[in-house]
C-alpha cells in the first residue's frame, strides 16, 4: 500500500497503467508510455540495493566479468541531497585576486594569439596580454564582488549524494542478474514489496 504522499498518489485500482507502479526500490517494472513522462526504454526491475555508490559499481562489475550484457542495466541514485562545503570566506581583495588569476589566463591567451602574428618581440606581446589581463580580470573581480553588497562573502562548492544506489535491468533479463548476484558475497537489501 502508498501513502497518500508518495509518488504514485494518484494511482487507484482501475485507472489506466494497470497495476504497474514506475520501477524503484520496489523492483516492479514498468512499461514504456505509462504517463511518467517520456519512453526511455524497455521495462526495468531493481535487483539491488546498495548505501554507496561503490558497492553498487561492483555489482555491475561483477556482472560485466561474469559476460552479462551490463549495457542493460543503470545505477539510480535515489534520495539525493545537495551538499554545499564552505571553502572559505570570500573579500573584495580575495575576489581580485581569484579575477587577476582568471585574467591573467586569458591576457596569456590573447597575448599567444598576437604573437604568433608579430614580427618583433614577440615575447613582449605576451608578457603585455598576460599583465594587462591580470589587471582587468582583478577590476572586474573585485567590482562584482563589491556589487554584490556583502550578500554571499563566502566561496563554496556544491555537490549531490544520494542516500542509496539501485541497480536496476531490464526486465527480461532481471533473473539471469539475481542468478548471477547470488553467487557474489555482497550484501543487499531485499527489494521492498509493499
Not at 517520456?38 to 559499481?57: E, K, L, M, N
Amino acid at each position: 500500500m502508498t501513502s497518500a504522499t508518495g509518488p504514485s498518489a494518484g494511482w487507484r485500482p482501475g485507472m489506466p497503467g494497470g497495476d504497474l507502479l514506475p520501477s524503484g526500490p520496489a523492483g516492479r517494472p514498468t512499461t514504456p508510455g505509462d504517463g511518467q513522462g517520456p519512453q526511455t526504454g524497455p521495462p526495468t526491475v531493481t535487483i539491488g540495493s546498495y548505501p554507496d555508490y561503490p558497492s553498487a559499481q561492483r555489482v555491475i562489475d561483477y556482472l560485466a566479468d561474469n559476460r552479462f550484457p551490463v549495457e542493460h542495466t543503470a545505477i539510480v541514485g535515489t534520495n539525493l541531497t545537495l551538499v554545499e562545503t564552505v571553502l572559505g570566506r570570500m573579500t573584495t581583495a580575495r575576489a581580485a585576486l581569484i579575477g587577476a588569476g582568471t585574467g591573467a589566463w586569458f591576457g596569456l591567451f590573447i597575448g599567444l594569439l598576437f604573437g604568433i602574428f608579430t614580427v618583433g618581440n614577440w615575447l613582449a606581446v605576451i608578457i603585455v596580454g598576460l599583465v594587462v589581463g591580470a589587471i582587468w580580470g582583478a577590476v572586474f573581480g573585485a567590482v562584482a564582488h563589491a556589487m554584490t553588497g556583502g550578500q554571499r562573502d563566502f566561496t563554496s562548492a556544491s555537490s549531490l549524494r544520494a542516500g542509496q544506489y539501485a541497480v536496476i535491468v531490464d526486465a527480461n533479463l532481471a533473473d539471469q542478474a539475481r542468478q548471477l548476484l547470488g553467487r557474489l558475497n555482497l550484501s543487499t537489501s531485499a527489494p521492498d514489496v509493499r
